[in-house]
């Protein structure tokens, strides 16, 4: 059996927890004590490995360097989960309590701030000259949230305002995280532009797929009820090609729009979207946008880095949690 695409940087993936602990620590024990709730509750820890597989891709040596600013990712990504969270009064991540549930909304939302500004120095104080990335990256996933929030419950969500979303929602901290582990390796403009453009791709196709394990997928797997984006009434792709089914689209539309849908009602959309070929489309949508990025890693010289960035984009397709 072969080795899993991340076997390759296990050490530097360590390290980057290791950095995360300690750069979480605080004078207050339960300041500490909720951001270790946090990323000790695993992930997938998809940012810091582009940032590191690129890095490597690019000719870099040093492992500290990637795994400093894959960690500074990480726990900005942490943080907006935590905001994200409390804005869709989320109830489940990663199989337990989220943070405001555990704690309370309000020290919650300090540490997320907390995580957003040691994410930000760690950041910084490993390659000042990347934090522009981040900046844009964070400012992007603001606005995708706001573009988000404006079609919540509205049925006349299209697929390109989805792919708007979570371009700017998911796929540019990718592709942040790529081009920083690309630009301290010191990668040329052409290197640094092929593992943006793929790690761009690869957020995209993650999220759809991640939207349809919401509606398809095995919550003992996946640690989230099926289902919850419905609740909320986030316009996922599933939900979207769901709708526009001729026979169940007008059922599905009539429970999306309710503003506080029942278990009821989000049972019988589940079932509706199952009789439509929503799912299908959707990981079909996601592996067209993995074949066509693949050849963008063309230009990188082989490696067993560049081999695992593109085992990547297999497993993000082939994932069930």
Not at 115 to 122: C, E, K, N, T, V
Request: charged residues 30%.
């Amino acid at each position: 059996m072969s080795e899993p695409w991340h076997a390759c940087i296990a050490e530097e993936l360590q390290l980057v927890e290791d950095l995360m602990d300690r750069d979480l620590q605080s004078e207050n024990p339960e300041l500490t004590e909720m951001c270790r709730y946090v990323v000790g509750a695993g992930g997938k820890r998809l940012r810091p490995s582009m940032c590191i597989l690129s890095y490597y891709a690019c000719g870099g040596e040093d492992p500290e360097k990637p795994a400093r600013i894959g960690a500074g990712f990480e726990i900005i990504h942490s943080a907006t989960l935590v905001h994200d969270d409390i804005n869709d009064q989320g109830e489940v991540r990663r199989g337990r309590k989220t943070l405001h549930r555990e704690y309370t909304i309000s020290k919650a939302i300090i540490a997320g701030d907390y995580m957003f500004a040691m994410g930000f120095r760690l950041l910084a104080s490993a390659a000042p000259q990347i934090v522009d990335y981040i900046v844009e990256a964070s400012a992007s996933m603001g606005a995708g949230e706001f573009i988000q929030k404006d079609f919540e419950h509205r049925s006349a969500v299209t697929e390109d305002d989805y792919m708007e979303i979570i371009t700017d929602k998911t796929a540019k901290l990718f592709e942040a995280s790529a081009r920083s582990g690309a630009a301290v390796a010191g990668a040329d403009a052409s290197h640094m532009e092929a593992v943006g453009e793929y790690a761009l791709g690869l957020g995209r196709a993650f999220q759809i797929v991640d939207d349809t394990l919401d509606v398809a997928g095995d919550p003992l797997k996946t640690g989230k009820t099926v289902g919850t984006d419905l609740i909320e009434g986030k316009p996922t792709l599933p939900v979207i090609y769901a709708m526009e089914d001729p026979a169940q689209g007008p059922g599905i539309r009539e429970i999306f729009e309710k503003e506080v849908p029942t278990e009821d009602d989000v049972r019988r959309a589940l079932e509706l979207i199952q009789r439509t070929d929503a799912v299908e489309r959707c990981m079909a949508k996601a592996s067209a946008i993995i074949d066509s990025i693949v050849s963008l890693l063309d230009p990188l010289p082989q490696s067993k880095y560049k081999d695992a960035l593109l085992d990547l984009a297999g497993y993000v397709v082939r994932r069930e949690r």
